[in-house]
C-alpha cells in the first residue's frame, strides 16, 4: 500500500529520502516542510516532493519524517504533537537519539520511532539528493521500550523501501557508539585542518601533502553548524570519548618524547588490526 | 641518454619508480638490492628489474636510488660512500629528510641529492608497484648547499621522466611541514583506530560507522614499523606538533564542556576553510 509522507526539512538527507520512496512505490504523494523557501522550490522543481505544506497539513500524512537539523527536533515534535492525526507515525533522521527519544516519550508519542541512517554527503541542499543514498546502508533505529509495534512496523517498511538495513539499539548505546565512530572523528579532522591553518599560507605547505591527508580531512568539509549542534547534543559521551582520547594520544607523546619506538610501533599494530577489520580484511601475520 | 639505474629496497615505492624509468626510457638497465630473495624474485618476474646485485655492483650505477625504509639510509649511505664510482649520483625516498641529508654532507657526498616523493599506497611490496605512482605527484628535493649541479640535474631528469613535479626545500623546514602535514595525521589515525578497538567487539559496532570514517582511518592502515622509523626520524618536529595538536584539541574539550558551542562552531568553520583550499576549492559565505 503506498503511503501520504510528509518530510519536514527538504535538504539533501530528507531530499534524498523523499526521491527513494517514490522511486520505490512507498510514497503515493510526497509534502514537504521547510523554513527556506528556496529548498522547497528546488524540491518541487526537482520532482522530490509533490507539494509544499505546512506543519499543519503535514501533521495529517501517514508518515512524517524531520529530516532537519538535530537542535530542531525538540521543539518540533512539541509543535507537532497536538496537530498529529491519531494514526500518524513519525521518525526522524538525526545523528544523535537520547534526547529526541527523551522528548518524545515525554510527550507520550508512542508512534514516533527514532532513526538514524548512517549515510550522508559533503555537500548540503536537496541539490545534491539522491534516490540511491541509502542503498545498501545501515539506518539504527531505537524505539522506546514502549513503542507502537505497528509504528515500528512501518518506519522500518519504509527504510527497507529505500534499500538500508536496519539496526535496533538502545538510544543512549547508540549515544555513545557514535560518539567514537563519528563525532570523536569528525572532531579530531577539524582540529587538526585548523592546526595546518596556522602553519602560513596554505599554497607554502600544500605540495607537502599528500592523498593521504585529502582523504583523512574530508569529513573536516562537513556543515559547522550541523556539527555545532550534535556536539550539543550528545555533549556527555563525546566529552567522555575526547577524554580516553586525549589520555591514549598523551601515551603516543609519551613514548615518543622517551624514544621508545617499540612501544610507538605496538600501538601502531593495534591500530592497523582493527582498520583491517573495518574494511573487513583478514588480519596478516606480518608485524 | 639512457643511464644504468640501481634500486636498493625494491618495495612497492621501489619498485614503482623502476618501472617508470624503464617506462620512460630514463633506464636501460636496472639492478635490484634487496635483503628479501622474495623481493627480488618478484621485481625480476615483472620485469621491474634485470637483475638482482650486490651493494657493490649497484654503487658502479650512474644513479642508485635508496628506497629502504627510513632508519635504513643513514648506515646504508655509509656502506655505500666507499663502493661508489667517482661520477655515481645517490639519492632516497625517505619522508624525513634532515637526518639523511646530514648524514651525507658528514660523509662529504655532494653527488646525495635527498628526495621525498609524496606518493604511496596503502600495501607494501613489489607486487603492488606501478609504473604511474609518480604521474603528476610533487617529489620533494631538499639538496644541500654545497651539492653538485650535475647531480641535481641528473635526480630532477630522472624523477621528471616518472611524470613528477618537482618541489625544492630546505630539509629541516620540509621535516617540520611533514610533521603537520603528514605524521601527526598519521599518529591520529592511528590513535583513533586503537581507541575505537577498545570498544567491545568491532561487530558490535561496525554498523555505526560510516564511510566518513573508513576514509578518515585509511591511513591507519600504513605500515607500523615504517612508521615507527618515521617518529624516529622525525621525533622533535613530530612532538612539536603533537603538542600544538593536544592544546587545540583541549582547547575543543573546554568549549564543549563548557557548553560554548558558538566556540566550537568558530573552530569548524575555520576547520572547513582550509579543508576547502587543500580541495582547491572557493570559500562560499555561508555559516
Known sequence: ????????GVGLMGGSLAAALRASGFAREILGVDTSPRSLSVARRRGLIDDAATLAAAARADVIVLATPVGALAPLLGELKPLLAKT??????GSVKAPVAETAESLGMRRFIPSHPIAGAEHAGPEGADAVLFQGRVVILTPAADHDPQALALVESMWRSAGARLVCADARRHDELVAYTSHLPHLLAFACAELLDRQGRVGDWIPFAGSGLRDFLRIAGSD?????????????????????????LGAYGEALAAGDDEELRAHFVRARALRRQLNGEDIHGDN
Not at 500518524?88 to 533522521?93: G, I, K, L, P, S
Open 224 to 248: 559547522p553548524v550541523m556539527w555545532r549542534d550534535i556536539c550539543q547534543a550528545n555533549r556527555q559521551a563525546l566529552a567522555g570519548a575526547l577524554k580516553d582520547y586525549g589520555a591514549l
Open 1 to 8: 500500500m503506498a503511503h501520504k509522507v510528509a518530510i519536514v
Open 88 to 93: 500518524a507515525v513519525v521518525t526522524d533522521m
